[in-house]
């Protein structure tokens, strides 16, 4: 057995382990959600379209709505594209690295990564903290409260920073 797949074996035990399988499931959940909020997003703009050059009617809702919707779907399903791999990156040097140096590359990129997504995850519940404890709105036509909108992006950021955890402990960082 090589010393990856035992390493890969041992991570995928004990509290790590379980914690490893919690966020993949989590990450799956949400990415299933952004999946829908996509769709919705598109039938919002389906309708948009109906209602505005179909029946010559004016649209108040729509062209919001789906900012919303498109933006969370985006957010909520960033902890499935770290878990899957599915990001776009640059792996020239990686690639041409092995053993201790690129595990090091690897993980190094991981922690900046998971600093970044917590800082970003701290700016974006004290925003939401905002919106809802100041009753903000988007000020447009429909008006709605901003906060629902600045939920998805907050939970997105926070569990995308928890993914990264994963992805460090499984030790493919």
Request: include cysteine.
């Amino acid at each position: 057995m090589s010393q990856s797949s035992s390493s890969r074996r041992a991570s995928e035990q004990g509290i790590f382990g379980g914690y490893i399988r919690c966020m993949d499931a989590v990450s799956v959940a949400a990415a299933i959600l952004a999946a829908a909020l996509l769709a919705l997003g598109v039938l919002a703009v389906v309708h948009m379209v109906f209602v505005r050059y179909a029946m010559g009617e004016s649209t108040v809702w729509q062209t919001e709505f789906t900012t919303f919707a498109i933006s969370a779907a985006m957010l909520l399903g960033t902890p499935y594209v770290l878990k899957t791999g599915g990001h776009v990156a640059v792996t020239v040097l990686p690639d041409a690295m092995r053993g201790l140096p690129k595990h090091l590359m690897q993980l190094t990129a991981s922690l900046v990564g998971l600093v970044f997504c917590l800082a970003l995850a701290y700016g974006c519940w004290y925003y939401f903290y905002e919106a809802y404890t100041f009753e903000w709105t988007t000020g447009t036509v429909w008006n709605p409260p901003l906060w629902p909108a600045l939920l998805p992006v907050a939970v997105g950021t926070s569990l995308l920073s928890l993914q990264y955890v994963a992805e460090i402990l499984r030790g493919e960082a």
